[in-house]
């Protein structure tokens, strides 16, 4: 896991896809209807600031992104940014309401108007696009693969025949189902269930984010991201329900703002460097102004 292969990975990546575009929660689950199409209204921007509080959609089991710690606090990058939207648009950090999400759910709680915004790691796609209204891009990243060193996965023909975990909902269920259906799929809906069957053998090895195996198998001795980096390089960036423009306009000079101040590599000092350490160039991770 060397950061100057990660680089190398994610640089060439980069320039080849940029243009293609990569809990529990409170509440019922709700039918988000058709394609595009909500079953409840989001809050407009006003009516956001007249009731004082935001509602964000957050993962609690993503480490180092989003996750609760042992003193039950919600932390992570992504929640490192919502706090400070909720600080710049209300006026304290503690105007945020997180609302746990799971990876397949992220859309429906869009659609069903349970969160204002969602900040989980939510990577932007062709297909997503169609249904919620993407912000510009805090993050960039490609999918990875993580499996135990004694039986390493180190390129994708090896795991021919073999049993993959993937969450549900998560580009590397889709990159996997449409590119490689000769491997079997292991689906759970939660992170944690995911890195449990991994641990516990039900699976050869697990692939998510690159940067967050990477983080985990960092923290999981006896485990190696075998492949850093494939499919393609994609963005990460703040979601809202499709057609709530004024929300969409504050986020995006939001992001523009931050970066001025170089917010999110301050964020990434604060949040992910004590777990990546030296592993990974913030470089190759952190979007500053909402430009790649």
């Known amino acids: 896991m060397k950061k100057k292969v990660l680089g190398a990975l994610l640089g060439v990546a980069m320039a080849a896809s940029l243009l293609a575009g990569c809990g529990q929660a409170g509440g019922t689950k709700e039918s988000a209807g058709a394609a595009g199409g909500a079953s409840a209204q989001a809050r407009t921007l006003e009516e956001i600031k007249k009731d004082g509080t935001i509602k964000i959609g957050v993962f609690s089991d993503k480490n180092p992104f989003g996750y609760v710690d042992s003193n039950g606090e919600i932390q992570g990058y992504d929640v490192y940014f919502a706090k400070r939207m909720a600080k710049d648009l209300l006026g304290g950090e503690d105007k945020v309401e997180f609302v746990y999400v799971e990876a397949a759910s992220r859309v429906e709680y869009l659609k069903s108007a349970k969160v204002d915004v969602i900040l989980a790691n939510f990577t932007v796609t062709d297909e997503r696009k169609e249904q919620v209204d993407f912000a510009l891009p805090y993050m960039k990243v490609a999918l990875g693969v993580v499996s135990p ?13 073999k049993t993959l ?22 689906k759970f809906d ?15 090895a697990f692939s998510t984010d690159n940067t967050e195996v990477l983080a985990w ?3 999981n001795k006896g ?19 499709k057609g709530n423009k004024e929300l969409l306009d504050w986020i995006n ?18 949040t992910l460097k004590p777990v990546y350490g030296d592993e990974i160039d913030p470089e190759n991770l952190v979007v500053e102004g909402g430009q790649v």
């Open 223 to 241: 485990f190696t991201v075998g492949i850093e980096s494939i499919g393609n390089l994609d963005t990460i960036a703040p979601a809202v329900q």
């Open 165 to 186: 975990i993937v969450v549900k909902g998560t580009t590397a269920e889709t990159y996997f189902s449409q590119n490689h259906p000769e491997v079997k799929l292991l």
């Open 190 to 204: 939660e992170y944690q269930e995911a890195y449990d069957a991994l641990l516990d053998g039900r699976g050869d």
């Open 253 to 270: 000079s939001e992001i523009e703002t931050l970066g001025k101040e170089q917010f999110f590599h301050k964020n990434f000092e604060e």
């Open 217 to 219: 198998a960092i923290q």
């Open 149 to 161: 060193d004694a039986n390493l996965i180190k390129d994708v023909a090896e795991l021919k025949d």
